[in-house]
């Protein structure tokens, strides 16, 4: 079932596949590996298997039953394109994210090499917003494999942030959010690596997300950079979803940041009677 989500940039999560593996330092902490073993304790059905990479597929169909439309956060417990998550189960996720067209979706993976070697059976949908997680310079060719796929809106996580991005190239990215580390043994996030972030982003004019200062109590470091949030996002106009909502002006461009976000003009999209 997707449930509200706490998660600052959508409004609900979507869980056909739980669980996952290590793969790079930005894991070291993982939030899903955590909440994971604590559902599991709670004896929640999807957990059984704790963070064991499992197939949930009664969850497949979930989106088509919400008839209002949301802003959907494919696999917040998982890695969609983990490698034991076999083609034609993706092809399905994808399958139902194309039918049920009235929601806006959002898919992070880490697995950047596999999700290229599949672009080319995947059904991209302008619905379906594809990211990768960066954390650090070794981790920027993540960017340079989202380039290369047919997703229409392509956005970058660079959450938790390790280090400074210098190097990173942002030609054909739609969307950046960038975040620090949270709770216990939270590593340092400077503001110098999140203000430079922010710079190439107003200069090449891609939308720009803050998301937190994290540090072991997220709620005191705040999210506030240089005096301001930063909640830019690209612009949709078939979606008016709940966290955002607010943030839009009546013809669904941002309020906040006007005028410095590139725009990404998806076509409306009726939702179902
Ligand atoms: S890829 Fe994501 S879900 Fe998987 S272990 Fe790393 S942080 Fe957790």
């Known amino acids: 079932m997707a449930n509200a989500s706490p998660i600052e940039w959508t409004d609900a ?14 894991c070291k902490f993982c939030y899903a590996e955590r909440l994971a073993h604590r559902l599991q304790a709670m004896g929640q059905k999807n957990y059984q298997n704790g963070f064991e990479l499992t197939l949930q597929p009664h969850m497949l169909e979930h989106p088509l039953r919400w008839k209002q439309p949301r802003c959907v956060f494919v696999n917040s417990m998982s890695d969609l394109f983990h490698a034991e998550v076999p083609p034609d189960y993706i092809a399905k996720v994808f399958d ?7 929601h806006q979706y959002q898919i992070l993976t ?4 596999r999700l290229l070697d599949l672009d080319f059976n995947l059904r991209w949908q302008p619905q379906i917003w594809m990211g990768v997680s960066i954390e650090s310079e070794d981790y920027l060719f993540r960017a340079d494999h989202l380039r290369k796929t047919g997703a229409h809106v392509k956005f970058l996580s660079i959450e938790p942030l390790l280090g400074p991005l210098r190097k990173l190239n942002l030609r054909g990215i739609h969307w950046v959010i960038v975040g620090g580390e949270s709770g216990p043994g939270a590593r340092p996030l400077e503001t110098a690596w999140v203000s430079e972030l922010r ?8 939308p720009f997300f803050f998301k937190q200062w994290g540090g072991m109590f997220k709620s005191r470091t705040g999210r506030i950079l240089d005096g301001r949030t930063w ?3 690209p612009v949709t106009v078939h ?3 709940a966290n955002t909502s607010s943030q839009r002006g009546v013809d669904g461009r941002l309020k906040s940041g ?5 725009t990404v003009q998806l076509k409306p999209v009726a939702p179902l009677e």
């Open 96 to 102: 139902v994210m194309r039918r049920a067209h009235w």
């Open 110 to 113: 880490k697995r950047s090499e």
């Open 239 to 241: 979606l008016q979803h």
């Open 258 to 262: 006007q005028g410095r976000g590139s």
């Open 13 to 26: 999560t979507w869980n056909p596949v739980t669980g996952c593996s290590k793969i790079s330092p930005g």
């Open 231 to 233: 909640d830019e996002m």
């Open 199 to 206: 710079d190439r982003c107003i200069h090449e004019r891609v």
